[in-house]
């Protein structure tokens, strides 16, 4: 238990470090742009140099952040769906198996038709 616990902690540091690189290489690009450029919104241009640092502090922690999400919650979907489909393929192995067992194993098959067979003659008798 004690290495699952430290593996998962390397995986979280390593999402975070991904997630943290991904947003400086954004947040450096975005110190570059073109200072005519500009992004248009519904009719409305927005003035990527008349943007402050404050600004684009934001945008970059807010996408570090959409990524943290994404990196966090895609693999633990995957994870579950993964599971439910073990767990319904595991239950449905067992009982193959156990039919299999039954049927394969000549001592419990002739045991379980001589308890059908004295089952069903009890049921027919008619008591007076």
Not at 51 to 56: C, E, N, W
């Amino acid at each position: 238990m004690k290495t699952f616990a430290k593996l998962l902690g390397l995986l979280m540091l390593a999402l975070v470090l991904v997630t943290v690189a991904v947003g400086a290489s954004l947040y450096a690009g975005a110190l570059h742009f073109d200072p005519a450029a500009t992004i248009n919104i519904d009719g409305e241009d927005l003035d990527i140099a008349g943007a402050g640092i404050g600004h684009l502090l934001i945008a970059a922690l807010a996408i570090v952040l959409a990524l943290l999400i994404v990196f966090t919650v895609v693999p633990l979907a995957l994870l579950g769906v993964i599971g439910v489909v073990v767990c319904v393929l595991s239950v449905a192995a067992l009982a193959v198996g156990g039919v299999a067992l039954v049927l394969f194993s000549p001592l419990i098959f002739i045991g379980l038709v001589i308890w059908w067979i004295i089952r069903r003659a009890r049921r027919t008798t008619i008591t007076a």
